[in-house]
């Protein structure tokens, strides 16, 4: 059965300070990969995704992540966090149905807080 | 970038009351709309996955009869909760893919309160 870990429930970091948040995930194949944020009472905003090639990918303000395949892990990274960064973190997976992405997994999330 | 929208952002009612939430794609058209429902401090959960013009496709343990969806147009899906207990108290969001595409997009949520 697919599942998305984000084995960290809360993080706390200093402003200025890097960052990585991780996530492993279990599915059969080559899966699609997300990670987004969520402000509180809000929805999901797409930090960055990854389908397929270069490995590394970028996102918006100023994330990026790596797909490692042999250890199953899309972990997020940023090197200098700013306090606008606190928020909650989801990682998400899907598949291929066909040419259209399927259903998304998500991770039980990570919260960020980031001290001044 | 796709932009969805929910209708309304926030809702309080009775007990027993039924509750419509609107999930509208506002710039392209969504063959497909997912419906999730998140808890506090929790990760989201699928209920459904909604096709235009077919039935919901409902997620194990989820009551289809209590939470009905309806994605009769292109650009419009609805969830219904019925019989709204205090239980059903929730944050739901909606998410809306572009036929042929690889990315959902994401409305903004409606947090419902039932008292």
């Known amino acids: 059965a697919q599942s998305v870990t984000q084995p960290d429930i809360h993080i706390t970091v200093s402003e200025g300070a890097s960052l990585e948040l991780r996530c492993n995930y279990s599915y059969g194949a080559t899966p699609y990969l997300f990670w987004y944020v969520q402000s509180p009472g809000q929805g999901l905003q797409l930090l960055l995704k990854?389908?397929?090639?270069?490995?590394l990918v970028q996102g918006i303000k100023g994330f990026e992540a790596e797909f490692k395949r042999s250890q199953s892990s899309f972990n997020l990274r940023k090197p200098s966090v700013h306090w606008s960064d606190a928020a909650e973190y989801f990682c998400?997976?899907?598949?291929?149905?066909?040419?259209?992405?399927?259903?998304?997994?998500f991770g039980r999330g990570t919260q960020l807080t980031v001290w001044p | 970038g796709a932009v969805v929208s929910q209708h309304p952002s926030r809702v309080i009612c009775k007990s027993g009351t039924s509750v419509k939430i609107e999930c509208r794609s506002l710039?392209?058209?969504?063959?497909?709309m997912f419906w999730y429902r998140q808890f506090p401090k929790k990760s989201l959960m699928l209920m459904a996955t909604s096709n235009e013009g077919s039935k919901a496709t409902y997620e194990q343990g989820v009551e289809k009869d209590k939470f009905l969806i309806n994605h009769a147009s292109l650009t419009l899906s609805t969830l219904t909760v019925t019989s709204a207990h205090p239980e059903d108290s929730s944050f739901y969001i909606c998410?809306?893919?572009?036929?042929?595409?690889?990315?959902?997009?994401f409305g903004p949520g409606t947090r419902l309160t039932v008292l």
């Open positions: 998400a997976v899907g598949f291929d149905r066909g040419s259209t992405l399927g259903r998304l997994y």
């Open positions: 998410s809306a893919l572009e036929g042929g595409g690889n990315e959902q997009f």
């Open positions: 710039d392209f058209q969504a063959t497909t």
């Open positions: 990854y389908f397929s090639g270069d490995t």
